[in-house]
């Protein structure tokens, strides 16, 4: 199979239909395993997967250098989306950082741990709010000038700053969570992003695992698990998010695939300028998410996912305390 092509925005970046999100080689999900993440990056690209998310944060910074020795010798076929936006200390996150200055040192960083002369879509990865939107904006529109960045973005932003920084330097993608899982982006954000014709990326398209099927309890995962912490994983919450997904398991069965690629189905049938990018490290998951492209569900299916995880459905909250304070919402 070969993925179908989309657009990001309107300043012409086009990528596969599918991403892969590579954080979770390096963090967050089990422990690392470099052989069978470099062969899932290999597959990806003979599947014809051709966009690729990272971010300095991811490790912090081995997963960039991860990305770097997979794809020497093949990079102009690819496009490669990273993020700046975190302050570190002794290696690890101690808050948000977009001054001018920050950034075009994170930009050099990145440039170098990629092994690439250019980023092609370079996202903020957290509003700071002690920077002016405008001045985030006018530092990427100066790398793009220099020809270090190729497209713009932002991640987890909401409406207020994507209409300013859109003022300033053209977004071409807004990166958030979305999913059938979680549908915050859907009253007032995707109605912005499609009247300023800013494509959209949504990271943990599949619950962060939950609407695979394949999921335990909060408490049943090793220490340094990002599920550990999530709140829909734990107690009461875990026995009303799996009644709320048995929709999509039940659709899975009907139409013969699995329950990922249903919920990725949905996601493509949003709308073409929805471009998802399920994260994994193992060849098997990816080839069952790339092949979520040639699912379709009619318009009743649609509908009953619609309804059975509208807002307001999926119990708890999709980060503990100290991420959501993090979101520009």
């Not at 995707?190 to 619950?207: H, K, Q, T």
């Amino acid at each position: 199979m070969s993925l179908s092509k989309r657009k990001l925005g309107s300043q012409g970046l086009e990528v596969s239909a599918i991403g892969l999100g590579c954080m979770g080689m390096s963090q967050s999900y089990g422990p690392a395993d470099e052989a069978e993440s470099m062969a899932t990056l290999d597959r990806a690209i003979e599947m014809g997967c051709t966009f690729f998310d990272t971010a300095e944060v991811y490790g912090p910074l081995i997963n960039e250098e991860l990305l770097g020795r997979a794809f020497k010798g093949r990079r102009d076929r690819l496009v490669i989306a990273t993020k700046f936006g975190f302050r570190f200390d002794d290696g690890k996150q101690i808050g948000v950082e977009s001054r001018p200055e920050h950034i075009r040192k994170a930009v050099e960083g990145s440039l170098l741990r990629l092994q690439t002369s250019y980023i092609d879509l370079l996202y903020q990865h957290r509003i700071d709010p002690a920077v002016p939107i405008e001045d985030v904006a006018g530092t990427v529109g100066d790398l793009v000038k220099q020809g270090k960045v190729r497209f713009f973005g932002l991640s987890e932003a909401g409406i207020a700053n994507i209409r300013r920084a859109h003022a300033v330097h053209p977004v071409s993608a807004l990166q958030s969570e979305y999913s059938l899982w979680e549908r915050n982006l859907e009253p007032e954000i995707i109605p912005v992003l499609r009247e300023l014709g800013i494509g959209l990326v949504p990271f943990s398209p599949l619950g962060r695992g939950f609407l695979t099927g394949e999921v335990k309890r909060a408490e049943e995962y090793p220490e340094g698990d990002f599920r550990c912490n999530d709140p829909r994983y734990q107690g009461e919450n875990y026995d009303a998010n799996r009644r709320a997904a048995q929709i999509v398991f039940d659709i899975a069965t009907a139409k013969h695939a699995k329950p990922a690629q249903i919920a990725l189905a949905w996601l493509l049938q949003k709308g073409d300028d929805v471009v998802p990018i399920p994260g994994t490290k193992r060849r098997k998951y990816l080839e069952d998410n790339l092949a979520a492209e040639t699912v379709k569900l009619d318009t009743a299916q649609m509908k009953a996912l619609d309804d059975a995880l509208a807002p307001g459905i999926v119990s708890g909250k999709r980060y503990a305390a100290r991420l959501m304070a993090t979101i520009d919402r």
